[in-house]
């Protein structure tokens, strides 16, 4: 049996279940003051994430969602990173979870000529943080984001990935 969750592209199957995760996570783990009506996009996720060169994906594990990730098309051949959560119980070295993902969505920027991959996160994330510098993510000052990158409120902390 695979010991690692199976990273499979989003379909709206998954839908409650990724709600659930996301908002768990921001609100019960890390006390951000987040609702579901903050986050519309979680309800239209086929027709806000996977469109042009944007995608979402979902960790599976036992037909349960234990993580997520998405790639939102900016145009430019850039994408903003979002929606990277992974379950308490999933992270770290025994699931790779986090690492999966990530590589899902660079791998799909990479086949789609995708040139950067931006991304904005809280500073409560400090093992994001860590994460994302670890896996070649350089940090940068929002004044270094294109125009059309779309800051949420609670992002103050950002990120670049050049795949050229």
């Known amino acids: 049996m695979n010991n690692q969750p199976v990273v499979t592209k989003y379909s709206k199957e998954y839908q409650s279940q990724v709600v659930d995760l996301i908002l768990h996570i921001q609100q019960t783990e890390y006390k951000i003051p987040i609702t579901k009506e903050d986050q519309p996009d979680l309800f239209i996720i086929e027709d806000f994430y996977q469109t042009g060169n944007g995608n979402f994906w979902v960790a599976i594990y036992n037909d349960k969602v234990v993580g997520t990730i998405s790639l939102l098309d900016i145009g430019n051949n850039e994408v903003a990173l979002r929606k990277m959560f992974v379950d308490k119980d999933f992270r770290g070295?025994?699931?790779?979870?986090?690492?999966?993902?990530?590589?899902?969505?660079?791998?799909?920027?990479?086949?789609?000529?995708?040139?950067?991959?931006?991304?904005?996160?809280?500073?409560?994330?400090?093992?994001?943080?860590?994460?994302?510098?670890?896996?070649?993510?350089?940090?940068?000052?929002?004044?270094?984001?294109?125009?059309?990158?779309?800051?949420?409120?609670?992002?103050?902390?950002?990120?670049?990935?050049?795949?050229?």
Request: charged share 25%; hydrophobic share 40%; glycine share 2%.
């Open 93 to 164: 070295a025994k699931y790779k979870t986090a690492k999966l993902l990530l590589n899902a969505a660079i791998n799909w920027a990479q086949e789609h000529s995708i040139k950067t991959v931006y991304l904005g996160t809280t500073p409560q994330f400090l093992a994001a943080h860590k994460f994302y510098e670890k896996n070649g993510f350089k940090n940068i000052k929002n004044e270094e984001l294109p125009d059309n990158f779309p800051i949420l409120q609670v992002d103050k902390k950002f990120y670049k990935y050049s795949l050229t």
